[in-house]
């Protein structure tokens, strides 16, 4: 009876490791996924070309005309000139709002000096006759495209830029318009000079306003 009882407790010992060690092959597939690449947008602003002035007075016959040298060039009263500086700016992306700043620092003027400043957008004034020292801050949205259940919606003033990368060409610019009264006396200002310097611009994304959830 022992031997017997042994055989048995072997063989079922046996059973139970061949049953715990099976593998039951039950139905498997797969398949691939397309996938896709994401890329990124653009964000972009660069002057484009120089600063270029030119004689705009308005009882003068042969202006508007270029001023080749500034630094040559002498101002008197009853003048008008203005100095145009071109910006590219890019902007790329279905839900990318920025904010164009235009950052001046006043200065003492001298007697009889009145400084300026207008934003185009093309050939579109944006911001007109900001006083120097005053600064402009535009609200720009990329074009869209891709979207398919709905797009941003840009609320009135916003400007919409389509260019994905800078252009070569200016889409904007900034027109800095310097005058000298003709009512000024004597020898009044004379060999004074009016320093414009420290003009920044500033392109900066936005996730606030129109078509964004506080």
Same mark, same amino acid.
């Not at 072997?10 to 593998?23: D, I, R």
């Not at 004074?192 to 500033?202: D, E, H, P």
């Given at each position: ?27 498997? +597939? ?6 896709? =690449? ?11 070309? =120089? ?62 000096? =009145?400084?300026?400043? +207008? ?9 007109? +006759?900001? #006083?120097?020292?005053? +600064? ?5 949205? #990329? ?5 398919? #259940? ?41 060999? #004074? ?22």
């Amino acid at each position: 009876m022992k031997n017997k009882t042994k055989g048995v407790i072997a063989g079922l010992a046996g059973l139970a490791l061949l049953s715990g060690g099976a593998t039951f092959a039950l139905w498997t +597939d797969s398949a691939s996924l397309t996938g896709g =690449t994401i890329t990124n947008g653009n964000l972009d602003v660069a002057a484009i070309g =120089t600063l270029a002035w030119r004689d705009v007075s308005v009882d003068r016959t042969d202006g508007p005309h270029a001023i080749t040298d500034l630094t040559t060039w002498r101002m008197v009263p009853g003048d008008v000139i203005e100095g145009t500086q071109g910006l590219g700016v890019a902007l790329e992306g279905d839900n990318l709002v920025a904010s164009l700043n235009v950052d001046t620092t006043g200065s003492t003027l001298p007697t009889g000096m =009145t400084v300026t400043y +207008d934003v185009l957008h093309g050939a579109t004034v944006v911001a007109n +006759d900001v #006083a120097l020292g005053s +600064d402009v801050a535009l609200r720009l949205a #990329a074009g869209t495209s891709g979207q398919g #259940a709905g797009a941003p919606v840009n609320g009135v003033g916003t400007i919409v830029v389509n260019e994905v990368t800078v252009p070569t060409t200016a889409n904007f610019s900034v027109v800095i318009s310097a005058s000298f009264s003709g009512a000024v006396t004597n020898q009044t200002a004379t060999a #004074a000079q009016t320093a414009l310097s420290n003009i920044a611009v500033q392109l900066t994304q936005v996730r606030t306003g129109t078509a964004f959830t506080p």
